[in-house]
Every structure is written in structure tokens, then in C-alpha cells.
């Protein structure tokens, strides 16, 4: 008798979302989605743990269903910019939590268009995850959108965010029209986000590599 085909690494990772690391993160998604019905809400890749994540990375503007299913900093290369840095500096995927500022991805929306109302939306799902992330104490916001969101939150964090020497930093997006420019320029920008990433491990305790 044929055994039955073996699960895809893809499939395995989806599966893994309901562990007890990232199960609350996955439970704030499925809760985001019941909020606008038809909607899609991106999961949090099982590589991180909510138990250990010290820094958010808030992307402004990579939500679209055609890829995993997970939130990512964007396209290839931006993604390939996120795994080098994190590398570089010795940041452990479960240290760090990705977010979208807004969560939601709608039916006839345009994925990569932001309205300030949209970003205000983004306010409360991010004060969840920082609820159920009591160990987090640094946002690195990348885009416009992000950087927005970030002075939002730190107005309207509780004493209870604040209390745990919270800070952000503002970057550029990973990859798209962010990272135009010559070689040079771009390896700039990179450095700038490195940097931005090796203080917020500094503050959160974190040894650098």
C-alpha cells in the first residue's frame, strides 16, 4: 500500500501556528479577521515566540495573500534584507515579532495604499500584541505608514508600556521604491537599519553577535 504523500515544509510551518509559543498571536489574527467579515489577517510565522519577543518590526505596507500566509518585510528582497541583518546582528527569530499597521487585508482593497484612517485603525490590534508581549520593549518602524502608527502608539501606550522603558525607531521599508538608488546609497540605508536594530537590542537586553 502507497503511503500517503508527506506534508510540504510550507504546510508543516502553517500547521505549527496554533503552538503555545505564537498561539495568542495566532488568536488575535483569527480575532482581527472576525472583525471584518471576508477580510484576511496574515499569521505570525512559528519561528517567533511570544514569550521571548523583545522588539516589533512594524512593516507599513507588505500585506497580499499570494505569498505563505505569514507576515513578511515585503518582497524577496526585502526579505533577504531582514534575514541578512537579523544574521549579521545575531537576532534570534524568536526575539523579534513581525506586524503589518494594518492587519486587515479587504476584499477590494489596495494592498499597498494606506489612508491615515487606516493607520489609526491599526492603533488598537497593535496595543493587543503588545498586551499579550509583556517582555517587548522597542518598535522598529519601517515606511512612512509604520513611522505614523509609532508616534500614535507611544501617545496612546499605557503606563503599562511605558514602564517598561519603551522606545521606537524609525527605518525605511526593506525593499520597493525605499531602497532606490545606487549600491552605495542602499548599503547607507542598510547600515541605518542595522544600527536602528543593534540599539534596540542593546535596550532590550539582547547581545549582539
Keep these: 500500500m502507497q503511503d500517503l504523500a508527506t506534508e510540504s515544509p510550507e504546510q508543516k510551518l502553517w500547521n505549527r501556528r496554533f503552538e503555545p509559543h505564537i498561539a495568542e498571536v495566532t488568536a488575535l489574527c483569527d480575532s482581527l479577521k472576525e472583525m471584518k467579515p471576508g477580510s484576511e489577517v496574515l499569521y505570525v510565522d512559528p519561528a517567533h515566540n511570544i514569550d521571548e519577543c523583545r522588539i516589533i518590526s512594524l512593516f507599513s505596507n507588505s500585506r497580499t495573500t499570494s505569498g505563505s500566509g505569514f507576515i513578511a518585510p515585503g518582497d524577496a528582497e526585502a526579505s533577504t534584507r531582514m534575514l541578512g541583518m537579523q544574521w549579521q546582528l545575531g537576532l534570534r527569530p524568536e526575539l523579534i515579532i513581525p506586524w503589518n499597521v494594518y492587519p486587515w487585508i479587504e476584499p477590494n482593497g489596495e494592498p499597498g495604499k494606506l489612508t491615515p484612517a487606516n493607520i489609526t485603525e491599526g492603533l488598537k490590534p497593535l496595543l ?71 540599539e534596540a537590542m542593546a535596550r532590550t537586553g539582547v547581545a549582539k553577535a
Design 128 to 198: 493587543r500584541l503588545l498586551a499579550i508581549a509583556p517582555r517587548t520593549s522597542a518598535l522598529v518602524a519601517h515606511g512612512n505608514e509604520a513611522h505614523r502608527l509609532a508616534d500614535q502608539l507611544m501617545k496612546a501606550a499605557p503606563q503599562s508600556i511605558h514602564r517598561r522603558g519603551f522606545k521606537t525607531f524609525k527605518v525605511r521599508s526593506l525593499g520597493g521604491r525605499s531602497f532606490a538608488g545606487s549600491p552605495a546609497r542602499q548599503q547607507e540605508y542598510l547600515d541605518a537599519i542595522h544600527a536602528a536594530y543593534a
